[in-house]
Every structure is written in structure tokens, then in C-alpha cells.
């Protein structure tokens, strides 16, 4: 994950500024979605798990493949009017990560990764993403920062979306939370980015502050341009059954 922050300007501009920075922790979680659907795309169950490596997550999916074969092994006719049901995985990667930089001044990131992407990112590419810290810090409302990366099906573009230059917005949407909402118009093999901030200690004493990232799969083809981020919650759109979420939380170090 510390790949995406290295090209990554809110990033590179403090390093420059501070070139004694250091990343105090990262965290990431590896969540593997198993999908059954229907033979008309009808989403009928959706099972979330979460691994700390990659590796423990590519070798549970290799044994659920294997069991769902075996388990259809004796399945040898389809009777009409049946419902004949499809599984697929997809593999998300979502983590934290922590940088300090003064004795009271941190950087705070959130930076997501589409492994294996779900299939309806194959018709639209839509997402929510939104970072929120508990009150033992506060976010400095002039470092608000996000990226969108997308790479696009039909040519193999690797698109960019920023907040520097206005194609991305960055809302506040709470204390000491942010998020942005992104609608891309065309389909998406991989999408990746980041949400960040600069933060500071409100207790010179305190020695943790939990933090929370979350990324939303939308799941529908919505306008969902309106939303809210609070702690600990994470995301709220309103709207029922629209979003697959993937979380992380962590407790950061701010010692």
C-alpha cells in the first residue's frame, strides 16, 4: 500500500517540507467477498472475510473454489425453470497508514486497492470512500486530500481524478470526518486511490487515537452524491442495499 502514497503529491509535498518524517505504523486489511448469483445476475448472497495477508486470503479462496466443485461435481442436468447459481470472488485491499512529522503533527492516510474488482465495475465505476478520527486528534481542515486511479477497460488508460485539480471533491462531512463520492464514465478494470489529511494531538498526553477508512462498492447505477461520514459509523448514504462497504479500523500511535 506504501506504493500508492510514493507518487502521491499530499504525500511527496510534506516529505519535502519535513524530510525527517516518519511512518509510525500501517495497517491493512485483505477482505475476500464470495458472491452467488443467479443466472439472470441476481445477487442472492454476498460473504465477507478478512485476512491480514494476501497470501492466507489467496489460499481460502482456492479451497472454497474447490469445494463448490466438488459439492456440483453430481450436478448433471438443469431441469427448466431450475435456477441455476453462480459464485465469484473479489479480493479488496484496504489499509491505514500513519505518518509523523513534528512532535503534535501527524498525516493520516486511507488507501484502497481493488485486487480482484466485482463484476459491476465492468459496467460503471462508482465508489464512496471516507476517512474519520476519534476526538483524541483533529483533522486540519486545509490538508484535505484525495486520488482516484482507474484503469480503463476498452484502451488500458490509467486515468487519474485529484483533488487538486477540482475533479475530485473532498466534503467534509462531520467532526473530524471526510469522504468524497466519485462517478467515472466508463468501465474499469482496477480502481485504486487514496483519502488523507494532516492531523494533530489534542492531548499531549495521549498516546492513541482510533481512526476508521472505509470504501464503498456502489452496487446500483445511482445518483449518490449525497452522503455523511461520522465516527465510528463510517459511511451513510441513506439508501438501503445500494453499497458492498470495506472497512479498517486501527488505533494509531501517536506517541
Known sequence: ????????????????????????????NYILSEIVSDQNGEIIKTTEK?????KSMDK???????????????????????????TTYTQMQIGL?????????LF????????TPPATLLDYTKGIVGLALASMMSMDGS?????????????????????????????????NTIGYFFSLPYASSDVYGVISCEAYKNF???NYCNA???????????????FSVSYPTGISIGTANVKTPYTVNDALNLR
Open 50 to 54: 478478512t485476512f491480514s495477508d494476501r
Open 204 to 206: 499531549p498526553e495521549v
Open 143 to 175: 490538508s484535505y486530500a484525495g486520488r482516484v486511479t482507474a484503469v480503463q477497460i476498452t484502451s488500458g488508460k490509467v486515468k487519474n481524478y485529484t483533488s487538486s485539480n477540482g475533479r475530485l471533491s473532498i466534503q467534509a462531512t462531520g467532526n
Open 108 to 115: 493520516v492516510a486511507c488507501v484502497y486497492d481493488w485486487l
Open 97 to 105: 497508514s500513519l505518518y509523523k512529522y513534528t512532535s503534535n503533527r
Open 60 to 86: 481460502y479462496q482456492e479451497e472454497k473454489e474447490i469445494e463448490n466443485i466438488q459439492s456440483n461435481f453430481n450436478v448433471y442436468t438443469v431441469n427448466p425453470g431450475e435456477t441455476v447459481y453462480n
Open 1 to 28: 500500500m506504501s506504493e500508492q502514497l510514493k507518487d502521491y503529491e499530499p504525500y511527496q509535498e510534506l516529505i519535502k517540507e519535513y524530510p525527517n518524517a516518519q511512518k509510525v505504523q500501517s495497517n491493512t
Open 212 to 226: 476508521f477508512g472505509e470504501y464503498d462498492s456502489i452496487n446500483y447505477i445511482l445518483d449518490i452524491s449525497n
